[in-house]
């Protein structure tokens, strides 16, 4: 019930393609999804967040889609360079007063963009 | 600070010793976690602290595992007696906590822990 699926686990992806990664969960409570990157040798940062009542959230060449019917969400890095080579992670949380914003992470994808 | 701060940057030690990782979180953060993540894999939640609430422990993988929190900022965590399956990166975030929409998690580069 508290899991977030991530695939796939490791993406190559050509320069200037687009780089897709999803994550599926099964608690209909969480309502906050973010979406960290994370390069070697640092801690992950928040790249974009995205909450159910919109369907798509965009920030530059970054997108969330979300599909809150199939529980689904989804990283969409269009045009993607080799600077975009990391490792993503989406999670999941109940964004109310009171809980412990606990975050729900799903395993990571590692994305290589070939140039 | 700016960020999150996190020493030593890089730990190797025996195994049996004991080691203490320290964290820094930004100042006027409430919540403070620990995760810990092994090579090429996911985050590991291990604890997490709000305010002046009792810590989350439940992400603790044994008793040789403690941290603590002094005075709502600086933490620290510490492993006894490490084991060769201890060695891993230890990342601590901070947010601003119960604050909503506020759950948003800066986190430090690490301390890369290997026991030998």
């Known amino acids: 019930q508290q899991q977030v699926k991530q695939s796939p686990q490791s993406l190559i992806v050509q320069k200037g393609g687009i780089s897709i990664i999803n994550c599926a969960y099964e608690n209909t409570a969480f309502d906050y999804f973010p979406w960290y990157q994370q390069f070697p040798g640092k801690g992950p940062a928040l790249l974009i967040a995205?909450?159910?009542d919109v369907s798509e959230k965009k920030e530059g060449r970054f997108t969330i889609s979300f599909n809150k019917s199939a529980k689904q969400f989804s990283l969409h890095i269009m045009d993607s360079q080799p600077g975009d080579s990391a490792t993503y992670f989406c999670?999941?949380?109940?964004?109310?007063?009171?809980?412990?914003?606990?975050?729900?992470w799903g395993a990571g994808t590692k994305l290589i963009i070939k140039p | 600070g700016a960020g999150v701060s996190q020493s030593p940057s890089n730990k190797v030690t025996e195994k049996g010793k004991d080691v203490e990782l320290r964290c820094d979180p930004i100042s006027g953060h409430t919540a403070l976690y620990w995760y810990r993540q092994s090579l090429g894999q996911g985050l590991e939640f291990l604890i997490y602290?709000?305010?002046?609430?009792?810590?989350?422990k439940s992400g603790l993988p044994s008793d040789r595992f403690s941290a603590e929190r002094t005075g709502g900022s600086v933490s620290t965590l510490t492993i006894q007696r490490t084991q060769q399956e201890d060695s891993a990166v230890y990342l601590c975030?901070?947010?601003?906590?119960?604050?909503?929409?506020?759950?948003?998690?800066?986190f430090g580069a690490g301390s890369r822990l290997t026991v030998l």
């Open positions: 602290f709000q305010g002046n609430s009792a810590p989350d």
């Open positions: 975030a901070s947010s601003l906590g119960t604050v909503s929409g506020a759950n948003v998690l800066t």
């Open positions: 995205i909450r159910p």
């Open positions: 999670a999941a949380s109940i964004d109310e007063r009171d809980s412990n914003y606990q975050l729900i």
